[in-house]
Nanobody, 127 residues
Framework: QVQLVESGGGLVQPGGSLRLSCAASGVALTHYAIGWFRQAPGKQREGVSYAAPIGDAYYAASVEGRFTMFRDKVMNTAYLQMNSLKPDDTAVYSC?????????????????????WGQGTQVTVSS
């Protein structure tokens, strides 16, 4: 059974940092592309960052230069490092996995391209 479990969310002041984790079981992330998505109340789900098992990560313009995604192959975990957080970053953040053979044939920034999802973790940026 494939499971993705996010952690690391919480309340942080503007300008602060958080690191989200996405721990995988039942699947080896070395064969999957990872996407991070977020959804704020009343808004559509939007893509934040995406990366194939090998190669550069891609970022939404709204987070470019502030967020960094990476993975630990030994721990089978993906991470999203979020710096210089803004109130507009407040949302439920979810990680998702896509089998890497589809990386070049499906829209990497659309949630429907991903096969497995975590339950999400709340990030609130407020003073």
């Amino acid at each position: 059974q494939v499971q993705l479990v996010e952690s690391g969310g919480g309340l942080v002041q503007p300008g602060g940092s958080l690191r989200l984790s996405c721990a995988a079981s039942g699947v080896a992330l070395t064969h999957y592309a990872i996407g991070w998505f977020r959804q704020a109340p009343g808004k559509q789900r939007e893509g934040v960052s995406y990366a194939a098992p090998i190669g550069d990560a891609y970022y939404a313009a709204s987070v470019e230069g502030r967020f960094t995604m990476f993975r630990d192959k030994v721990m089978n975990t993906a991470y999203l490092q979020m710096n210089s957080l803004k109130p507009d970053d407040t949302a439920v953040y979810s990680c998702a996995a896509m089998y890497d053979s589809r990386w070049y044939s499906t829209p990497r920034d659309h949630w429907s391209s991903y096969d497995y999802w975590g339950q999400g973790t709340q990030v609130t940026v407020s003073s």
